[in-house]
Each structure stands twice: as structure tokens, then as C-alpha cells.
């Protein structure tokens, strides 16, 4: 003997059949909706695109300089700038626009492994197998070589160098085989004095 629902007096069997259905009817209303707005899958629309043609990179300036391989370049926040570094331990500031050298720095050692720009564009660092990062501030009036400061001694080549977000602090990425990898940074004030911390990374 079926059960009845006192309130509607309709058997209960009867109302949940009919909820079962009202839920089905809603969630055909919902997949309707949905497809509206979400008209076609991603993959779908990706196969009616055209095949991106192969880029034909076609060179702008050629920037002649340097007796061996390019190891590193960094863009001045002007972008117009760049430096650059080489196997044959020249290090060159040019000026992208016009192909000029503006500073050609030799260093103490060749394979000058990394160069960047300070945010200011006033200063440079570079370092390679002489395992130090030395800073060059950028003047015409001075001597640059009289004007630089060592201010990271190594156990290993330097690597990698990036300024970050100010002339006062830099990274260096030195390798030492298998050895923790090891950033430096340090603070200077009026490119005399230094404060030398890092923090290992493995």
C-alpha cells in the first residue's frame, strides 16, 4: 500500500517521480544556458585558426666589436643602451641606434661571463672567470677604470648578474659544480664602500 502526503494528498511515490523529472527538465535549461554562453570548446575553436607562418627574423642593426663569442648583453632602461660581454674580456657599452661604441672596458681576464645595467643606466657590472663583480659607473669625463669597484670576491667563476630594482643591490649567480648555488648582494654608497651579505640557495 503506497504512502500519501497528508498536505498535497498525492501518494509520495507520485511527487518524487514528478521531482525527479522537474530536476532532469532543469538541468537540460542549465546545459542550454551554459552553451550560450560557452558557445564553442577552446580546442574547437583553436583548429578553425590559421597556422601561424613561419617568423623571418630580419636583423636591424649588427653591432661589430668584439674578437670572440658574445656570452652576455643587458639592456639599459632607456632602450637605447646595451652592454655587452665577451671571450675576448672586453666588456662594451654601445648605443643601439646609431651602432656607436661608447665605453669599451678591458677586463682583467678573458671569458667575461655576465654584464648588466644599473635601473639608473648610470652604472654597469660584469665578472667572469676572475671570479670578482666589478662596477663601472658610466662618465665621459673620468677614466672609467679609475672609477671602478670591486665589490664581490668569489670562490668561483661568476655566472650570471642582475640588478635588482636599484644601483645599490645586485645578484650574482657563481657555480661551484655541485656545490649550493650562492647569491650575493651588496649595498654601496657613493661607490666606496660595500656591505657583503648572500644566502645559499640549493
Not at 143 to 159: E, F, L, T
Request: hydrophobic share 40%.
Amino acid at each position: 500500500m503506497a504512502s500519501v502526503d497528508l498536505e498535497s494528498g498525492i501518494p509520495e511515490c507520485e511527487s518524487i517521480e514528478s521531482l525527479t523529472k522537474e530536476v532532469e527538465v532543469l538541468k537540460a535549461k542549465l546545459e542550454e544556458e551554459r552553451k550560450k554562453l560557452n558557445d564553442v570548446e577552446l580546442y574547437v575553436a583553436a583548429q578553425k585558426l590559421d597556422t601561424l607562418a613561419q617568423f623571418n627574423f630580419k636583423p636591424r642593426k649588427v653591432l661589430k666589436g668584439h674578437q670572440g663569442k658574445v656570452l652576455a648583453l643587458d639592456w639599459s632602461p632607456d632602450k637605447r643602451h646595451l652592454v655587452s660581454s665577451s671571450q675576448d674580456g672586453k666588456v662594451i657599452v654601445w648605443d643601439a641606434f646609431t651602432t656607436n661604441k661608447e665605453h669599451a672596458i678591458t677586463m682583467p681576464t678573458t671569458w667575461v661571463m655576465a654584464c648588466a645595467f644599473g635601473p639608473s643606466g648610470g652604472v654597469i657590472a660584469a665578472g667572469g672567470l676572475d671570479n670578482k663583480l666589478t662596477l663601472y659607473p658610466l662618465s665621459f669625463e673620468d677614466d672609467i677604470n679609475s672609477k671602478k669597484r670591486v665589490v664581490a670576491n668569489h670562490s668561483n667563476y661568476i655566472s650570471c648578474c642582475k640588478f635588482q630594482h636599484s644601483d645599490q643591490q645586485v645578484q650574482i649567480r657563481a657555480l661551484s659544480g655541485w656545490r649550493p648555488k650562492v647569491i650575493h648582494r651588496f649595498c654601496r654608497r657613493m661607490m666606496n664602500k660595500c656591505v657583503l651579505s648572500f644566502v645559499c640557495r640549493f
